[in-house]
């Protein structure tokens, strides 16, 4: 059995990652209506499940969250530019979190975060360049 702790922490980072992945998958799906680049994101969201959802909600604390308050970087975006950069850095930085906390419980589950934060990497560089361009 997992302390929990460590399953808060895990709860935390997958929904992070999550959110961040759909707000992108968002982006391109609905702004740069691009089917493909949305169903890739889309495919990398639902590959980011793992088989402990019931005893990670039972340890979620969101209240007592010590830095539930957002910092002023996260409340201002200067474009959709810096809405897609802090959301794939939110993602990644998630992904890799759960990379390594999950070697507690399922090298499997670890292996594909690792996947997930890789492909996140390319998507990244590539969609990064693309939107900058067509400012």
Known sequence: MMKSNNLRLIDANLNRLREGIRVVEDIFRYIYNDKQTALKLKDLRHLSR?????????T?????DVLRESIKSEQNRDDLHSILIANFKRAQESARVLEE???LISIEDSENFKYIRYELYTLETVLTNITSNSK
Do not use: G, P, W
């Not at 793992?50 to 039972?58: A, L």
């Not at 979620?60 to 007592?64: F, L, Q, W």
């Open 50 to 58: 793992i088989d402990i959802y019931t005893q990670m909600i039972e």
């Open 60 to 64: 979620r604390d969101v209240k007592n």
């Open 101 to 103: 906390f999950c070697k």
